[in-house]
Nanobody, 126 residues
């Protein structure tokens, strides 16, 4: 059994920074996440793609709303993906989830991911 565990969320003032981590635990040797994505869901809204990164590190994507402010990175040796979030805005407030795809290729749709973390709350105050 493999689990994804997010950490690093919290309360921050607008303009501040947070670094989220997504660590894979359990029998990680039994499968490979070819692509890992970060999604977020605000109250009353649909879950949306924020950023994603391939295992090879060659494919990186960002939603337009976070480009230039968020940076995704990945340490395959540690089975961990990070999301550095700078210049946070109130509209970034949401529960952030990491998700892993064992299938080849990238995807921006939450329906295409077969492993999910439990989520971590990010709240940005004015």
């Amino acid at each position: 059994q493999v689990q994804l565990v997010e950490s690093g969320g919290g309360l921050v003032q607008a303009g501040g920074s947070l670094r989220l981590s997504c660590a894979a635990s359990g029998r990680t040797s039994s499968l490979t996440f070819n692509f890992v994505g970060w999604f977020r869901q605000a109250p009353g809204k649909e879950r949306e793609f924020v950023s994603g990164i391939s295992r090879s590190l060659g494919d990186i994507y960002y939603a337009d709303s976070v480009k230039g402010r968020f940076t995704i990175s990945r340490d395959n040796d540690k089975n961990t993906v990070y999301l550095q979030m700078n210049s946070l805005k109130r509209e970034d407030t949401a529960v952030y989830y990491c998700a892993g795809r064992t299938f080849y290729g990238s995807s921006f749709s939450p329906n295409d991911y077969n492993f999910w973390g439990q989520g971590t709350q990010v709240t940005v105050s004015s």
